[in-house]
């Protein structure tokens, strides 16, 4: 292959880096319709629009870097879920993916219940206006303040995670005049196919009491003889980012067995399950996520299976989609900074953002797809890293992706599939203030979480 002719443009030598297999797109301009959102198109002059507004005057309104959520993509995704399992289902959206007050207010008129994990969330939810019936709390590790706000407010289930929060659950319950409802998690040994940080069902890691051994049926008998709880189901999370739905099915079948078990002890049929989240989405055009009708199939007919073969009545179904509704329907949006061609290896690109608003590259190891907005180009393909602006060599943003060869400074590019786990796990690293969130539906944008200013960063140090 002669020079002018390598997929990574004329900055880059003969060979591709080693690793790196996957040739440049046949049309860098294209926008495909599994990674971006659903209002997201290009318009006559070739500038990136969402919800009717072109991505330059978002730059000029708001700045850079933003988030940028389509709101009619997310509530259409929370509809879907809803639809798919209907009436005989709950569907609890994962507030850790990414929560405000706004998002909690589309979910409360889409029917959608919330789960949370710290007070914060909890707050938050609340504040919004969520019925505390429809709230779920998560978490290895709960306060004693946390739980109390939780009872005290009415919350629907408190999902129990050791041996020690069900004593503590049921003592402040008891000492509030309450009967909480909650669910045990238990962790049923299957591995998930995903990141090992994020795989949650094996027994070597914080979340759960294990199935193994025994540990679950004594926290179950626990539990059903405390006076402060009504026990009512069994939780289950096996990982996130899932395209195989293999690991589902074993986890019902040990869920199941678990059930069974408790009715041949108790006497008592648990009335619910809950099978967690951690769908999948797509990132990049490799990525084929289920869609939820599938999804909802897929789960139905396993645990009805599972009873039926356990003489079992099917219990209430649970899921927790977050990253499944919100990752799709927002991307970051920056600009382009500076740019520095590596011979023989890529060009790097760097933005004016980085892993204080995308940790998730040097966390996971995530990979993400990457576009020029602001214009089109015919220019050839260059093979990229994009980068941010932070003091750490493990600031990067997409790790290998193509962009036009004739990127300048000055350019807007943005990153789709941000709408999880970006704002909820940014940072200050540097000093850098996070970004703002901004909503768009019908040609309008608002801002649902503020840019932080210098002040806000300031009032926190107390000197």
């Not at 008891?174 to 669910?183: A, D």
């Not at 967690?276 to 199939?297: M, V």
């Not at 999880?420 to 940014?426: I, N």
């Amino acid at each position: 292959m002669s020079r002018s002719a390598h997929p990574a443009g004329p900055r880059h030598a003969d060979v591709l880096p080693e690793g790196h297999y996957s040739a440049p797109p046949a049309d860098l301009n294209a926008l495909d319709p599994k990674v971006w959102a659903q209002t997201v198109t290009r318009d006559e002059d070739g500038v990136v629009t969402v919800g009717g507004i072109p991505v330059t005057r978002l730059a000029e309104e708001f700045g850079t870097p933003a988030y940028v959520l389509d709101e009619a993509d997310f509530r259409a995704r929370a509809r879907a879920w809803r639809s798919a399992f209907g009436t005989e289902a709950d569907v609890y959206y994962a507030g850790k993916a990414f929560l405000s007050r706004a998002v909690v207010r589309w979910l409360h008129e889409e029917g959608l219940n919330v789960d949370v994990c710290s007070g914060g969330e909890l707050a938050t939810a609340l504040s919004a206006g969520m019925p505390a019936e429809r709230i779920a709390f998560h978490g290895n590790n709960k306060s004693v303040d946390e739980i109390t706000r939780a009872v005290e407010a009415g919350v629907g289930h408190i999902v129990l995670d050791s041996f020690q929060e069900i004593v503590r659950v049921a003592h402040i319950a008891r000492e509030l005049g309450r009967r909480q409802k909650v669910l045990i998690r238990i962790t049923v040994g299957v591995e998930a196919h995903t990141h090992e940080f994020i795989a949650t069902a094996h027994e070597d890691q914080k979340f759960g009491i294990p199935l193994a051994g025994g540990q679950a049926a004594e926290a179950v008998r626990r539990a059903l003889q405390l006076d402060g709880l009504e026990l009512v189901g069994i939780h289950s999370h096996i990982g996130s980012q899932i395209f195989d739905m293999s690991g589902f099915e074993v986890a019902a079948h040990r869920v199941v067995g678990l059930l069974k078990d408790v009715r041949d002890e108790h006497g008592v049929e648990l009335p619910e399950i809950d099978l967690g989240g951690g769908l999948g989405i797509a990132y990049t055009s490799d990525d084929d996520p289920r869609e939820p009708h599938e999804i909802a199939k897929a789960l139905t007919e396993i645990v009805s299976r599972e009873c039926e073969a356990a003489k079992l009545r099917t219990p209430r179904i649970s899921v927790e989609p977050g990253r499944a509704i919100v990752g799709p329907t927002a991307f970051t949006l920056y600009e382009v900074g500076t740019i520095k061609p590596l011979d023989g290896l890529r060009t790097y690109v760097s933005v004016d953002g980085g892993m204080s608003d995308n940790i998730r590259t040097a966390l996971y190891d995530a990979e993400y797809s990457v576009a020029l907005v602001s214009r089109t180009s015919d220019a050839e393909p260059m093979l990229a890293r994009v980068v941010g602006k932070h003091c750490e060599s493990g600031d990067i943003v997409v790790k290998d992706a193509f962009l036009p060869s004739d990127l300048a400074p000055g350019d807007l590019v943005a990153v789709p599939a941000t709408g999880a786990y970006c704002r909820s796990m940014a940072s200050n690293y540097n000093h850098v203030l996070r970004p703002p969130v901004v909503a768009v539906e019908g040609g309008e944008a608002r801002v649902i979480v503020r840019r932080e200013t210098e002040e806000d960063l300031l009032r926190l140090d107390v000197g």
